[in-house]
Each structure stands twice: as C-alpha cells, then as structure tokens.
C-alpha cells in the first residue's frame, strides 16, 4: 500500500492548487479517504475526507467553500482543489486511507480512523 502525494508549491494569497494523492497497491473503492495538514508548531488536523461514494464530504470550517475533495476511481486518485488561499493554509499536506472496508459509513473525521498515510506535500501561501 503506498499513498503518493504531489502538487504542492508556492502561491500567492487568492490563488488557487490542486493536490493530488495517487494510491496504489490497493483499490480506493470501498476506502474512506482523507486530508490531513500540519503546519509549523501546531499540531495535525483534519481537513477533508470522502466517503467511498462521495455523498458526505467533511471538511473543517475553515476551508469551507474554498476546498473541495474528490475521488477518481478510473485513476485511483484522490484530489483537494484548494481554491482562494490564505496563508493560513500553509503546511504539510497529507493524504490518508482508512484501509478497512467501509461501504456507505461517513469517512473518519480524526486521523485515528486512517491507517496509512502518503509522505506529505507543502503548500505555501504568501500574503
């Protein structure tokens, strides 16, 4: 199982990246996923995950109406489109599965419920 995790980088406040999280050695179908961040000094949260059909997405208040997490199947790929940055979204971000089959259940919205994570990719937003 390896989770992939690309698409960081450096933009500007009101900009907007997509980071990607390429899953292989196993099948997304049938998996919670989902997207942590840690920023420097503070500890990790959770900012969005996705259940295995997509109908209840979770997603922190603080991004609220500017992320938006989705899933490709045909890709085994999970996205979170990040849309009107400020620089308080600047971290590390991090994919996660919960690897237990988990059909029509809400995603796990602490990282206890995820068992296998991806390397990171930082975003920076500058101001």
């Known amino acids: 199982v390896q989770l992939q995790a690309s698409g960081g980088g450096l933009v500007q406040a009101g900009e907007s990246l997509r980071v990607s999280c390429a899953a292989s050695?196993?099948?997304?179908?049938?998996?919670?996923m989902g997207w942590l961040r840690q920023a420097p000094g503070k500890e990790r949260e959770m900012v969005s995950c996705?259940?295995?059909?997509?109908?209840?997405?979770y997603y922190v208040d603080s991004v609220k109406g500017r992320f938006t997490i989705s899933r490709d199947y045909a890709e085994n790929t999970v996205y979170l489109q990040m849309n009107s940055l400020k620089p308080e979204d600047t971290a590390v971000y991090y994919c996660?599965?919960?690897?237990?089959?988990?059909?029509?259940?809400?995603?796990?919205?602490?990282?206890?419920?995820?068992?296998?994570w991806g390397q990171g990719t930082q975003v920076t937003v500058s101001s």
């Open positions: 996660a599965a919960d690897l237990t089959i988990s059909v029509n259940s809400l995603c796990p919205k602490d990282e206890l419920g995820y068992d296998s």
């Open positions: 050695g196993f099948n997304l179908g049938g998996h919670n």
């Open positions: 996705i259940d295995d059909l997509g109908e209840s997405p």
